[in-house]
């Protein structure tokens, strides 16, 4: 690829100092540089902090339920505090377990993951 400076034609001044490079042509009409990004992503670390929180929770209250259920946690109406902690569970389980995930993959710098999908509090 070659470089080139634009110049302003219309005015017949070339005051402008943008440079621009030949792109290649493909043949689906895409290139990678169309979807390369300059910018630097930044790290949204309460949002990570809140996925870490509640993947402990949601595995703290599955594993609680799970014990509950099979008897080694004896309580005396079990079927009160079973089912709505195995539930909670798996909704703060889910959620957190999969933005923990990204994070980590982002955090490894692995092909596809970046820190821009996770979502941030801004």
């Not at 005015?11 to 943008?18: R, V, Y």
């Not at 043949?27 to 402990?56: E, H, M």
């Amino acid at each position: 690829m070659r470089r080139r400076k634009a110049d302003n034609t219309e005015n017949g001044s070339s005051s402008s100092t943008a440079e621009y490079y030949r792109v290649r042509d493909t043949q689906q009409g895409y290139t990678r540089d169309q979807f390369k990004s300059n910018r630097i992503s930044r790290v949204p670390w309460r949002a990570i902090c809140l996925a870490i929180t509640l993947f402990v929770l949601g595995s703290l209250l599955l594993l609680v339920g799970s014990l509950m259920m099979t008897g080694h946690i004896q309580t005396l109406f079990p079927q009160d505090r079973m089912w709505p902690m195995l539930v909670l569970g798996s909704l703060l389980f889910i959620p957190g377990s999969y933005h923990t995930w990204l994070a980590y993959m982002a955090w490894r710098r692995w092909p596809g993951y970046s820190f821009e999908d996770i979502p941030d509090f801004d």
